[in-house]
């Protein structure tokens, strides 16, 4: 292994091997893009056009293209930092923790590069011209943050963590790797999580902690029990943890939820029942304040829900700007999750107009149907009456069973289609399923770049135009960013 000298011998480079890279552009995925001779290295810790000694990581099929870290920077280019979290920063540490890989860069970097790469796979996979006005005029929206401190800190309202066996602490992996590392911090949590200071506790018999704080300041923590023991067994203990920690859970709105974790083969009849504790809130209630009418879900903390605190407002505020929804019309909402959208869609067409509402997990679509039932909490006064149904199950599937019923007439096709997919997007067959349904418009709500691509490409195939682009950086110091697409027919 050569760690004094770097190589510019693409031929012997092996894992360990340190090479000087000048990154060209940002790639999907988080790391930048450098070639060392012929060969492409994807290098992660990096700054485009700063040159770096790099550590070779990994290596594709063949040795077609690398896989590398930054060890060390002799100029740092004025778009670095110092990372806001020492455990992820790869000058400090030599194996990083994952989750911040865009730390290193300066808030307005990340979201240039972000942009690189969402235009990017929109020409690549959408077949837009690199000269296309949307792509030439494509920006990624800073997201606003109430309180104190950075705008890119603080803004995570759930957060996932596993449990170091040994210690029994609260822990993350490292970058491609199932070694947990305790820590005692995570600057993205949400100031009400960290004030909580988690790491505190000594969690023996746990496999994970899931932590959410709602809009409306009530925390639930999940406390996942490995299969060697039940929730009975560890919860008492836990509990008084807490309770000396913190104080009154009741008062401070502490749940604290102590679940078997998920076992293959379990027979039936054999799960642990689960144990609640302090407040007793399994569901979070959520609030969003968008076109000036507040709307209310209850959610729960495991379920699908957006993690920016600012992101249900952002994205609520943006949807209905794009989709210029009237009184009457029928809207889709795919992939809903606890409804979001759908209670968006159903206050602006009213009561007579009609919302479908399709979601796959169990534990949202059950929300949803809590916030949709005749009272629900997700009603407004103008979405009393309005018909909102809700169907559990793969989109895809769904739109099979349905599709032909309403272009049968059976029930109402849709004026408007939303899609909010999680990272794998839509695909093919959703896409060719929407587009038969022969909406005026679709809304596509896109985490990932090169799903968002994929599928403006098949739209584009069918007879659709993307009529307008926005990102949007919901995950700030990660390379993660969020896009709103809108298609109208060519």
Known sequence: MNTQNPTTDTASFDIGSLVQVTPERPAHGGAMVARVGERVVFVRHAVV???????ITGRGPKGRYFFADVIAVDQPSPHRRPHPWEPADALAQENPLGGMEYGHLLPATQRDYKRQVLAEQLVRLGGLSAEHPLITQLQVQELPLEGEGPADLGWRTRV????????GKIAMFRHSSSEPVPLESFPLADMRLQELELHKLTLEGLARLDAAVSASNMVTLVFWVSAQTRPTDVAPAIEDQCRKLWGSLEDRQITLIFRPEKQGGRKRGTKPQEVVLGAGNTELLETATVYAQDFYWLVDATGFWQIHRSAPEVLGNAVLEATKLKKGMTVYDLYAGAGLFTALAADAVGDKGTVLSVEGSATTHRNARTNFAAQGPSRTHRSERTSVRLERGDVSAVLGKLGPQALAGRFPTPDLVICDPSREGA???????????????IVYVA?????LGRDTGYLGQAGWQLASVQGFDMYPNTHHVEALAVFTRK
């Open 49 to 55: 056009g700063e040159t770096a000694l790099a550590r």
């Open 160 to 167: 996932h963590y596993t449990v170091e066996r040994e210690s």
């Open 447 to 451: 985490c990932d770049p090169a799903a």
């Open 427 to 441: 695909g093919k067959k959703v896409m060719e399923q929407v587009n038969e349904l022969n909406p005026a418009t």
